[in-house]
């Protein structure tokens, strides 16, 4: 089970797809306080996996705090960044206090491409260097990537770039038009190269053996069947079911893409809010309606809820609409 709380709104960068709006701290963010506890009831609900994201979470003061104290509940410490604040002091900060793995976005590997996308100059290179910090201190790193139509040409360069310079894994982010990503709705993939771009991630993942994982493309799990690609995930969309994400101030959601709030953590303890929410019961039945409902598939994949919800006024139990099966 996994949860990502997005530690602060507070950002270094003005990312073109940020689903958060970051850039200026918010205000109400839990205080320190207000965050061990809700690592404490993350703990009890029986989560495993901590996701601490932003905004940029390095630029949270009390981080390196937030993140003993998640080890100590027994919880996996792991990051979601842009990189560029992992000096090599930091990198070996984060590993005493806990932390076991870094995602660093990487959206391409030409660095003006990268930087524009990012709105921050030297944005591709503190990426990278935050990458190689993390390697001279053994702490374990993935590359996170944004799919868009400008750069899918050149996903397999950048797994090779990955194994290259030491990343466990590339995790490959498909665009779900919420927050500012609203915006650039129209340089997302749809149904046929959606398809495309993800057979040929499960393609690559023949050929190398670091970890390739889509995220908010749970067809992925159907075609790794079909090619007969080996993978150690069982279900394509998470949300409401092994997954949820809470946002600066408190406020749950299914996940980051689906923005309903289910509650707030200052009001309602979040292990009860996981427990008896009547939205995640919802998503737990798994009682799909359109292409999604009446799919071999739907146990295994789901379609995306958020991406449902985003093109059916808000039904998240709708059909999946960059699905070839449709």
């Keep these: 089970m996994i ?124 990426a990278v260097d935050g990458m190689k910090n993390c390697a001279a201190e053994n702490l374990p790193f993935q590359i996170h990537t944004t799919v868009m139509d400008w750069n899918q040409h050149e996903l397999e360069a950048l797994t090779d770039f990955a194994v290259q310079i030491g990343a466990k894994a590339h995790h490959f982010f498909f665009l779900v038009p919420t927050g500012r990503a609203k915006t650039i709705e129209e340089e997302s993939l749809r149904a046929e190269g959606y398809e495309n771009v993800l057979t040929r991630i499960m393609r690559k993942q023949q050929t190398v053996s670091i970890e390739l994982k889509p995220t908010c493309a749970p067809q992925f799990i159907r075609i790794a069947d079909q090619l007969g690609v080996k993978t150690r995930f ?22 980051a893409y689906l923005n309903m709030e289910l509650g707030d953590v200052r009001e309602t303890p979040f292990d009860e809010i996981w427990r008896s929410n009547k939205i995640l019961k919802t998503l737990r039945t798994l009682e799909y309606n359109g292409n999604c409902g009446g799919c071999v598939y739907k146990s295994k994949c789901g379609g995306c809820r958020a991406r449902a919800a985003c093109y059916n006024d808000g039904d998240f139990m709708s059909g999946e609409p960059w699905c070839i099966r449709n």
């Excluded at 950002?11 to 970051?22: E, G, I, L, S, T």
């Excluded at 069982?234 to 996940?255: E, F, M, N, T």
Aim: positive net charge.
């Design 3 to 126: 949860v990502s709380w997005n530690t602060t709104n507070a950002c270094n960068m003005y990312c073109a797809h940020c689903y958060r709006d970051a850039g200026c701290k918010a205000d109400e963010e839990l205080s320190t306080a207000e965050a061990k506890e809700l690592l404490n009831q993350i703990a009890r609900a029986g989560f495993k996996i901590m996701i601490f994201s932003g905004g940029e979470p390095l630029m949270r003061s009390d981080i390196l705090e937030l993140v003993e104290h998640a080890t100590r509940l027994k919880l996996m410490a792991v990051f979601g960044t842009n990189g560029t604040l992992i000096t090599r002091q930091m990198a070996k900060d984060l590993k005493a206090a806990g932390a076991k793995g870094m995602g660093i976005s990487l959206d391409s590997l030409d660095a003006d491409k990268h930087d524009k996308f990012r709105s921050f100059a030297g944005a591709w290179q503190g």
């Design 234 to 255: 069982k279900r394509g969309c998470l949300a409401g079911l092994s997954y949820c994400i809470i946002s600066p101030r408190g406020k749950v959601q299914p996940c």
